[in-house]
């Protein structure tokens, strides 16, 4: 059975990745990002004013004592000024014995405030989020997140909603060739009852390459970037502290297909007995360059 | 002075301040330090032609593949941007002008940015009815 719902999974997201590219390609105009590969972890890196990215992330995991899910986020980035962009998700996800279910957007807006790059780069990120408890695309993990949330069934778990409101303190290095990013997150539902909620994510990450070659290849090593992600909860206002929460850490690779998609993967592994095992993450996206510009031109 | 007059001096001074900060403003704000950084690519073969190959990834979409811009965003080949140092326009590339529009480029790599400045210095100055001619 898990096996059957594996492999429907499988066709159900290759079929999905194949609409993506197609979709993108009838736009035509992809261009390789220089956006670092992190699942989870945001760096300063900003999309480029006018360009629309368009990501599908997926997860694959098979819990201890749970049915095996597959959770996919769809992900529309736009860059409205080089210091401002906005990115609305769409997410859902498909659990073994269980209905497939529609979990709830986000919407998101990220600023720099300075106008200038420094050593250390702040950028300032804003989230609504309109998500039910059967949501499982760990975007994030803040508060005590853990194993325990995912053996709720979909039927219940859907008519749990939680509206909140997520901030993120992005930090952001660039040196070397590496990119080395923190985040500080904490989240308040909008029931003024509900306690702030905090989490992290830290990742660090570099090109395989730092000069381009003089001649034009698809598997050359600076198409290739390497990284390795931890992410987790902090708990409350309330409980604060390492206690009752979950972890992960996971190497990444990404490979950015010249004039093509980026297809990244991360197994990301839990790292004490509240995470889930092994996550096991992907995600294609494809930047549309000038979105705007180029359907008036058309 | 009527209202409807003031509202169009405004706007006719706005204009004016916004095209006087298009107008390389950014030049005056790179420090000494930055402006005399040499590229270690400089004159290079291979870099030129690799930096064709990033800056068609990166930099054509806004700028043109010729490199000679369009309404919005400005030409590389033009007097200001080829007599700036190289290492004027690897502090532009480093910390963009986001006020206006153009990105920063620091987690690009800095050898694919110095490439980037020697591929658009091999181009020298062109403007679009030289080419056209």
Redesign the interface.
């Given at each position: 059975m898990r096996k059957k719902v594996g492999s429907l999974y499988m066709q159900l997201s290759c079929s999905r990745l194949i609409l993506l590219l197609f979709l993108a390609l009838l736009i035509g105009?992809a261009?390789?990002a220089?956006?670092?590969p992190y699942f989870v972890t945001y760096?300063?890196?900003?999309e480029?004013?006018g360009?629309l990215e368009i990501s599908y992330k997926g997860i694959n995991a098979a819990p201890k004592n749970a049915n095996l899910f597959n959770s996919g986020t769809v992900e529309f980035e736009y860059?409205l000024?080089?210091?401002w962009t906005t990115e609305f998700y769409l997410s859902g996800q498909t659990t073994q014995n269980d209905p497939t279910i529609f979990t709830g957007y986000r919407w998101e807006n990220r600023f720099?405030p300075l106008?200038?790059?420094h050593a250390i780069?702040p950028v300032l990120y804003v989230e609504y989020e309109d998500i039910n408890e059967g949501d499982r695309s760990f975007l994030e993990v803040v508060n005590h997140d853990s194993i325990s949330d995912v053996y709720a069934p979909n039927g219940q778990a859907r008519a749990a909603r939680q509206r909140e409101i997520e901030l993120k303190l992005i930090l952001s290095s660039?040196t070397?060739?590496w990119?080395i990013s923190e985040n500080v997150i904490t989240e308040k539902p909008l029931d003024p009852s509900g306690p702030w909620e905090f989490g992290y994510a830290l990742a660090v990450s570099r090109?395989l390459a730092?000069?381009?070659?003089?001649?034009?290849c698809v598997f050359c090593r600076?198409n290739f970037y390497a990284g390795l992600e931890m992410y987790g909860g902090l708990g409350t206002t309330e409980n604060f502290g390492l206690s009752g929460t979950s972890h992960y850490l996971g190497p990444i690779l990404q490979f950015n297909i010249?004039k093509g998609p980026s297809i990244g993967f991360e197994p990301s592994f839990g790292l004490n007995a509240n995470s889930v095992g092994l996550l096991w993450r992907f995600k294609v996206s494809y930047e549309v360059?000038?979105i705007f510009g180029r359907l008036w031109r058309k | 002075m009527t209202r409807g007059k003031r509202i169009r001096m405004a706007g006719v001074i706005l204009a004016a301040m916004v095209c006087m900060a298009a107008d390389g403003s950014w030049l005056r704000r790179v420090p000494d330090t930055d402006r005399q950084k040499t590229n270690p690519f400089a004159g290079r073969a291979?870099?030129v032609?690799?930096?064709a190959?990033?800056f068609d990834?990166?930099c054509a979409?806004?700028h043109g593949e010729d490199a000679l811009g369009n309404r919005k965003h400005p030409s590389l080949r033009s007097e200001r941007v080829q007599h700036a140092t190289d290492g004027e326009i690897f502090w532009l590339l480093?910390?963009?002008?986001?006020?206006?529009?153009?990105?920063?480029?620091?987690?690009?790599?800095?050898?694919?940015r110095w490439?980037i400045i020697t591929y658009v210095k091999s181009l020298g100055t062109e403007s679009r009815s030289e080419i056209e001619k």
């Open positions: 105009g261009v390789r220089q956006e670092p760096s300063d890196v900003m480029e004013p360009n860059g000024k080089a210091y720099r106008m200038t790059t780069n660039n070397h060739g990119n090109p730092l000069e381009a070659g003089k001649k034009a600076e010249p360059e000038q | 291979d870099a032609a690799a930096g190959r990033v990834d990166h979409k806004c480093k910390n963009g002008n986001l006020p206006k529009g153009m990105p920063t480029w620091a987690a690009l790599p800095e050898p694919m490439q």
